[in-house]
């Protein structure tokens, strides 16, 4: 909005209640984990058409600009479900393009996460992803292992299901080399052998496009999760649509199973 003053045109701030907002979703419990199915892309650019993959390369800025966001709020962990192991289904060329994110992601934005004090994390089995996209995503953990702020964490080549059966056969080789005993396993046993080991579980899961599923997604650590579904569509997801899922958390009454 712009105002005429003294003839000096000058532009108002976005929004006085957005700041205000901000503000307010500060002053209570922002969500310690935030985990984030990204949905919408191919419609996105479908619904201008353009190409499939320039709603991946938007998504990807999206991703930029939300964690910026998130670690203005205080949010202590993000995880965002890049590439899951049903995506290699798709157009060779379409996986090909979507490969290449990681490093231009990393390519423009590394050095300000540094800057910001962020680490950079993967769940997923990287071993089956391009050379060329595990080197950069090898070289962002590294570069960023030290940091002690949001840990910002990429669902690549996931699946939960396949996450689940790689922890219990390793729990199951502790018992058969008598490193652990069947009565000792418990919910920490399975938390330490997953691929989240060491991360909060998420209090908030966020899936744009208005589909309403889990794809596979963290089906153990979601248990307790507050899910919030928008229509919108990942390349056009914003600030104030991350604000509305933080201020639709906070309004929730959450028992954990108790009354
Ligand atoms: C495979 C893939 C797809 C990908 N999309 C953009 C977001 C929408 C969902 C699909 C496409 N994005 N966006 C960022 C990354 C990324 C991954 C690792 C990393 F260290 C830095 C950035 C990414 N990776």
Redesign the pocket.
């Known amino acids: 909005m712009l105002k005429k003053w003294f003839g000096k045109t000058e532009t108002l701030p976005i929004s006085e209640s957005f700041e205000e907002r901000v503000q307010q979703a500060t002053q209570h419990t922002v969500p310690t984990h935030i985990a984030i199915i ?2 919408g ?1 191919g419609r996105w650019a479908k619904k201008r058409s353009l190409p499939r993959v320039a ?3 938007e ?2 800025k ?2 930029r600009k939300i964690t910026r966001f998130a670690d203005r709020l205080g949010v202590k962990a993000l995880t ?4 899951s192991t049903e ?1 290699w289904k798709r157009p060779k060329a379409e996986v090909e393009f ?2 290449k ?2 490093q ?3 390519g423009d ?1 590394l050095p300000e996460m540094i800057e910001r004090n962020i680490r ?1 994390e ?1 769940i997923g089995e990287p071993e089956y992803l391009p050379k060329h ?1 595990r080197l ?2 090898e070289e ?2 590294e570069q960023t292992k030290h940091n002690t702020g949001l840990v ?1 964490t ?1 669902a ?1 080549n996931y699946g939960s299901r396949a996450e689940i059966v790689k922890a219990t056969q390793n729990i199951a080789t502790a018992v058969k080399n008598g490193v652990l005993a069947v009565e000792d396993i418990t919910e920490e046993t399975m938390n330490a052998a997953l691929m989240t080991a060491g991360l909060p579980e998420p209090e908030l899961l966020i899936r744009t496009s208005g589909e309403v599923r889990l794809s596979n997604f963290m089906l153990w650590q979601l248990a307790y999760t507050e899910f919030f579904f928008t229509d919108v569509l ?2 056009d997801f914003a600030e104030q649509h991350l604000l509305e899922a933080i201020e639709s958390f906070q309004g929730r009454d959450r028992r954990y199973g108790g009354l």
Do not use: Q, R
């Open positions: 990204m949905d892309n709603g991946h390369h998504g990807m999206t991703v965002v479900y890049a590439f995506n979507i490969m994110l990681p231009e992601f990393l934005f950079v993967t996209t950069a995503l962002a953990i910002l990429f690549l990942w390349p």
